[in-house]
T-cell receptor, first 111, second 115 residues
């Protein structure tokens, strides 16, 4: 199937690290993405990782990829209230035009 | 730089009425275009995508349809709306003439409430 799974909610305290997890389904996926959606808005690209990488770091963001388990995670260091949003992971199966998104994880940052 | 516009931003329509959502992309040519729907608690569902004028691929059987009358214009339509069509509709685009995994960019979305 084409179900990309994420937990629905995550709550953290300001200054702590947040880890958002994602399980994808297509082992041929060459690109995996993380998007952020603020209330009432479209999705903005946060970062992406190629399938031949295990880790990618971009300022406060760290992406870990476990291809064997088809598991992707996004770690946000020093989480701020402005990080409160819905985070979507997405996979791009090789040879298609489709981008398959997960259900989204709603991150709430408590002051 | 490339920009994507979709409208209207918000609409409230009665059951059985028609629908037309429009999306245009500027600053690029021959984009791949997408319509997604976001329903509460259900994530993003791919509805249609198009790799060229007049070429539409449908992912979900439903009472919606899509058309691409011009290279950078993508329209989502319905002849008769259902309550279940309510949701947040997002248009998106990518570049590239072949499947490449290029980053997908989204519009600001259209809120549809069917009453």
């Amino acid at each position: 199937g084409e179900d990309v799974e994420q937990s629905l909610f995550l709550s953290v305290r300001e200054g702590d690290s947040s880890v958002i997890n994602c399980t994808y389904t297509d082992s041929s996926s060459t690109y995996l993405y993380w998007y952020k959606q603020e209330p009432g808005a479209g999705l903005q690209l946060l970062t992406y990782i190629f399938s031949n990488m295990d880790m990618k770091q971009d300022q406060r963001l760290t992406v870990l990829l476990n291809k064997k388990d088809k598991h992707l995670s996004l770690r946000i260091a020093d989480t701020q209230t402005g990080d409160s949003a819905i985070y979507f992971c997405a996979e791009y199966p090789s040879g298609t035009y489709k981008y398959i998104f997960g259900t989204g994880t709603r991150l709430k940052v408590l002051a | 730089s490339q920009t994507i516009h979709q409208w209207p931003a918000t609409l409230v329509q009665p059951v059985g009425s028609p629908l037309s959502l429009e999306c245009t992309v500027e600053g690029t040519s021959n984009p791949n275009l997408y319509w997604y729907r976001q329903a509460a608690g259900r994530g993003l569902q791919l509805l249609f995508y198009s790799v060229g004028i007049g070429q539409i691929s449908s992912e979900v059987p439903q009472n919606l349809s899509a058309s691409r009358p011009q290279d950078r214009q993508f329209i989502l339509s319905s002849k008769k709306l259902l309550l279940s069509d309510s949701g947040f509709y997002l248009c998106a685009w990518t570049g590239g003439s072949r499947p490449s995994g290029n980053t997908i960019y989204f519009g600001e979305g259209s809120w549809l409430t069917v009453v």
